[in-house]
T-cell receptor, first 114, second 114 residues
Framework: DAGVTQSPTHLIKTRGQQVTLRCSPK?????VSWYQQALGQGPQFIFQ???????QRGNFPDRFSGHQYPNYSSELNVNALLLGDSALYLC?????????????FGDGTRLSIL | AQSVTQLDSHVSVSEGTPVLLRCNYS??????LFWYVQHPNKGLQLLLK??????LVKGINGFEAEFKKSETSFHLTKPSAHMSDAAEYFC????????????FGTGTRLKVLA
């Protein structure tokens, strides 16, 4: 049983570019959340997707957007990249709309901005 | 608003000695609390969860945590540290106001000395 898978594992971009990160949730999970983890920090909530809609957003600008597909996989898009966007981006999935269920995390995508 | 405070950014123990990682929480609701572990360049693995059942929670790899409402604490313990326990540990509270998004502490880096 595959867990949460994220691609790519590493990515290098330059300022102003755009990036798309991908996530496949654990089998049986329908809710996907995205987190940003800056170096030496705890993860920060970006947004959550359920039933192909964004349910809640954290304190991130509109440059961060996402999508969820009918098969529950998800994408995180970041436009106009800034140096401060360099971080580990974690995808987490959970079942049943996420209500009081532990989230399962992928290994993340390490994004470096030059 | 929900929040967690991890009281130690770094903890060092000798192999075979007890581990104590401290976490205090703030929540307007009956909280769901979790401990996750993150090994270098990896995602987060769930150690244990508290969701209003027994106050003493047993997790994987010999870890356990006790929920103390009067002290608003959820400290993580292990009787005997192993070298493989060296990692970053995160205390997490789940925000029940809608999506149960995770709010992370700043993390505690555990070092195990031979």
């Amino acid at each position: 049983d595959a867990g949460v898978t994220q691609s790519p594992t590493h990515l290098i971009k330059t300022r102003g570019q755009q990036v798309t990160l991908r996530c496949s949730p654990k089998s049986g999970h329908d809710t996907v959340s995205w987190y940003q983890q800056a170096l030496g920090q705890g993860p920060q909530f970006i947004f959550q997707y359920y039933e192909e809609e964004e349910r809640q957003r954290g304190n991130f600008p509109d440059r961060f957007s996402g999508h969820q597909y009918p098969n529950y996989s998800s994408e995180l898009n970041v436009n106009a990249l800034l140096l401060g966007d360099s971080a580990l981006y974690l995808c987490a999935s959970s079942p049943s709309g996420g209500v009081r269920q532990p989230q399962h995390f992928g290994d993340g995508t390490r994004l470096s901005i030059l | 608003a929900q929040s967690v405070t991890q009281l130690d950014s770094h903890v060092s123990v000798s192999e075979g000695t007890p581990v104590l990682l401290r976490c205090n929480y703030s929540s307007s609701y009956s909280p769901s609390l979790f401990w996750y572990v993150q090994h270098p360049n990896k995602g987060l693995q769930l150690l244990l969860k508290y969701t209003s059942a027994a106050t003493l929670v047993k997790g994987i790899n010999g870890f356990e945590a006790e929920f103390k409402k009067s002290e608003t604490s959820f400290h993580l313990t292990k009787p005997s540290a192993h070298m493989s326990d060296a990692a970053e540990y995160f205390c997490v509270v789940s925000d029940p106001s809608g999506t149960y998004k995770y709010i992370f502490g700043t993390g505690t880096r555990l070092k195990v000395l031979a």
